[in-house]
Nanobody, 123 residues
Framework: QVQLVESGGGLVQPGGSLRLSCTASGFTLDLYAIGWFRQAPGKEREGVSCIPSIDHSDLSTNYADSVKGRFVISRDNAKNTLFLQMNSLKPEDAAAYYC?????????????WGQGTQVTVAS
């Protein structure tokens, strides 16, 4: 079964840190472009950060302007897991965070979404 399972969300005070994990099963993560999205209540889902697949390693890792310098995305190929280290968290970072994987094939894109993990930033 192809799936992504996130973990690591929770409640943190402003200025604190959290590390989100996303473990893939049923497929090899580094063959896919992968990343994190988030969605706050009443807002549209937005991209946070992404890593290209190994076939496009010449492309760079990207971050939304709102998280540059505070969040770091990484991938552990041996564990088939994606991470998002979130530092200096702000109340506006509170959202449900989703990991995402995409593989472009001749038959069209293959997309996989995780179920989401909630991040709450409050005093």
């Amino acid at each position: 079964q192809v799936q992504l399972v996130e973990s690591g969300g929770g409640l943190v005070q402003p200025g604190g840190s959290l590390r989100l994990s996303c473990t893939a099963s049923g497929f090899t993560l580094d063959l896919y472009a992968i990343g994190w999205f988030r969605q706050a209540p009443g807002k549209e889902r937005e991209g946070v950060s992404c890593i290209p697949s190994i076939d496009h390693s010449d492309l760079s890792t990207n971050y939304a302007d709102s998280v540059k310098g505070r969040f770091v995305i990484s991938r552990d190929n041996a564990k088939n897991t994606l991470f998002l280290q979130m530092n200096s968290l702000k109340p506006e970072d509170a959202a449900a965070y989703y990991c995402y994987a995409r593989l472009d094939t001749l038959e069209g894109p293959v997309e996989v979404w995780g179920q989401g993990t909630q991040v709450t930033v409050a005093s």
